[in-house]
């Protein structure tokens, strides 16, 4: 298929909707948190964090099914297949009265909701290639940036007015809902002609041709590194400003301002990228995202929290940059891969998703009374991202002196 730097609207929407269904599945649940746990005979706080970084698990895995299978079976019958499972195991987590039980279904419920995330880019790529596919990924993130925005107000609004269970209810009906827009609007992007014969073999040879790669390896590394970083501020944020700045109600509302942050900067994105380059705007944000983090843990390593203004500027500061790296990260990464768009999709998500989620746990057991914990975090990941980012600027340099002297 041809590919043509066309901006279609609907599309953009339609792929942002399908991410949104996993953004309301995390971050309309944080408010609700400590609620759950007490439902669910939870006596230790942090075991809370459990309901977020459990569906991430799931999110890495089931990337690894419903990647390769779109490849040979295409798109649209994935997303549909994965929204099913989602559906059962949301069924699960409102009747189960059982902690263990509710964190299985998470994971399921992140199995299913990996279908929609990975195939949503693995069209992206069927459709788009280059600086353009990067403008487009920004755009689409953008827009799916609004869910976190909001996300917690609207779950904090169904807790208030129902019960945590209604924000299970909601998010099904909302994502029943995209799941018919989808089916009406959105075309299969794979056409059968494009499509790998499905083998039980595809899973190895795909991995190889990505190994084959070393940039997109590299970059996914960087992914997992950055994802990591931002999950343990999801995993965190309702322990931090609820229980550690004692903010309550302002808890939504100070979340949707870092959700803000990223969404801004994916917005900047999309109107610099063809400009300035994918590449050299993911370095500058990697190197923003470890002087930032290193900063703040210069200025408070005695671990005494600095005051709320304070510490949301640096998380402003800190989401800004994530902001420039989220869909580049996956842009550069996809670049090499577009005959194998859903592999490579699925592969990229799994190993970064996977990487993140013990990340997140090993860091967030240790954000007990004090924020230092989470900026340490950052720094150290910032920096290896950074290194990596410096290495494969190195290599590109080397490759374009090699071109010119050939």
Known sequence: ?????????????????????VALSIDALLPALPEIGESLNVTTASDNQLLITMIFLGLGFGQLIFGPLSDSFGRKPMVYFGFAIFVIASIVCVTTKNF????????????????????????????????FMAKILSIITMFFILIPIIAPTYGQFLLHLFNWQAIFNVNLIIGLLIIVWF?????????????????????????????????????????????????????????????????GELFPYIFASTAFAVGFATFTNSRLVIRFGAFQITYIATLAFAVNSLLYVLLFYSGNNPSVHILVLFF??????????????????????????????????????????????????????????????????????????????QQRKEVRLANVGG
């Open 1 to 21: 298929m041809k590919k043509s730097p066309v901006f279609k609207f609907e599309f953009v929407a339609l792929m942002a909707s399908l991410m949104s269904i």
């Open 100 to 131: 263990e039980v509710m964190i299985i279904a998470r994971v399921f419920q992140g199995i299913g909701l990996s279908s929609p995330r990975t195939i949503s880019i693995a069209m992206t790529r069927d459709a788009f290639s280059g600086d």
């Open 183 to 247: 089916y009406k609007r959105q075309p299969e992007t794979l056409e059968k002609e494009r499509r790998i014969k499905f083998t039980p073999a595809i899973f190895i040879t795909g991995t190889r041709e990505f190994l084959r790669h070393k940039e997109a390896v590299a970059l996914t590394f960087v992914s997992g590194f950055i994802t990591g970083s931002f999950m343990v501020y999801l995993s965190t944020s309702q322990q931090i400003f609820q229980d550690q700045y004692q903010l």
């Open 316 to 393: 402003l500061l800190q989401f800004f940059a994530v902001g420039f790296l989220f869909g580049n990260l996956r842009s550069l990464a996809m670049e090499p891969l577009g005959h194998i768009a859903g592999i490579g999709a699925a592969i990229n998500g799994f190993v970064s998703t996977v990487m993140a989620v013990p990340i997140a746990t090993y860091i967030g057991s240790f954000v007990v009374d004090s924020v230092l914990p989470l900026f340490i975090g950052f720094s150290i990941f910032g920096l290896l991202s950074l290194g990596i980012m410096l290495y494969l600027k």
